[in-house]
């Protein structure tokens, strides 16, 4: 039973004491109380099936009882020690973390958000390379400190100030609403990439590939490229997929330039996108450099940064150090993640109840004209809305849509550039059951907009 502020209070301490460019959206901003699994529950104690999950970041469902477990265990055992010390869960964790990477990708970092993991890693590739030039695409979002800001590439997140020098920003190979993406790109939504098959219309690919070899040509001096960073799927920029294929030979131009590739893996890591643990491992390369956050930790702040033992060793030049970072709460909690993504199968359940999920909403898409886009891979889902064929649909149309979900006991995300795709990124326990509900509520969602 809740007992604390009432709702009138919430709105008063969030009005004069809070962050005001926090963002709520809905009409009545909804405030949470307790959570299970894939359920929230707000004060009055009304249900939500949540399929936003914290913006991917509740990977095994609220409150798991075994992670409560561990925390509770490993709090009363020692909460926090300063890693001068040998603690024996951050040796664990970084023995069981390390194992589910491939190749040389043998040395972790525990740091505390996704913008530190983004960070360090562009720090990373500096001082191993020796080169300065950092290369992401346009609309990616890596983080919110001043550098991973401008390793962003998303309008609304920046402000009107001078931008760090050494940041360039390729085109986005969008296959759906970029300059060379096609009504017929349309294939088959769940794998990591997308084929564009549509030839005479785009051949999107090769022509996305042509620009970002442009800019190694025309902008950057040569061999001056420190790192090229990339998610393996976009998450805030809109569940964006990219053309198969392309990350490989964006891969290979890379390494020739003399830089390393960074694998984003916040939001698509940790058996997300069903095929694999990794994203990137559906792109069929090994970066040199891996970040992880949100998922990582179901929502304890816990992210990391796993490298080569050589990468590693460069950056042993000056002392590095992170007063949190993987402390041993952190890091039971990091462990159990692990165990119970392997025990409950949830890698499995994603890659079932994503494809099921994509399916229906593909169906959907040939009923309802505002779906222009359905895509993503296991459980990390855009439906991109559109009007009048391929214009975004409108903030106020969209909204209603949210508005009716919420209404209905329904959570779904928001994102994209234009602010009207769907995101759905569920905690990885959803049954078919709730995707049922939520395929269900969406369609009336979207009937209700006649
Ligand atoms: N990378 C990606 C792909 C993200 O989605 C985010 C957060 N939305 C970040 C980095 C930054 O993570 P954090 O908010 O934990 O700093």
Redesign the pocket.
Known sequence: KYNGPSYENLKNIRKDNLNPALLTFYSKPLALHQGYKQWLFDIEGKRYLDLFGG?CTVSVGHCHPRITKAVNEQMSTLGHVSNIYYHPKIHEYAKRLTEKMPGELKVAYFVN????A?DLAILMSRVYTGNHEIVSFRNC????TYQTMALTSQGSYKYKLPTLPGFHHVMNPDIFRGLWGGSKCRDSPVQVSRNCDCGEVCNAKEKYLDQFRELFKYTLPKKSVAAFFA?SIQ??GGALQFPKGYIKEAYDIVKESGGLFVS?E??TGFGRTGDHFWGFEGHEIIPDIVTM??GIGNGYPL?AVVTTPAIAEALSRANHFNTFGGNPVASAVGITVLDIIEEEELQQNCKNVGNYLLKELEKMRDEFEVIGDVRGKGLMIGIELVEDGKRPLSSEKFLKIWEYCKDAGLLIGKGGADGNVIRLKPPMCITKEDARFGLEVMRLAFKSLN
């Open positions: 913006i958000s996704g913008s530190e983004n979002y890596h983080g919110m998610e998450g805030v984003d916040v939001q956050a949100k992210a």
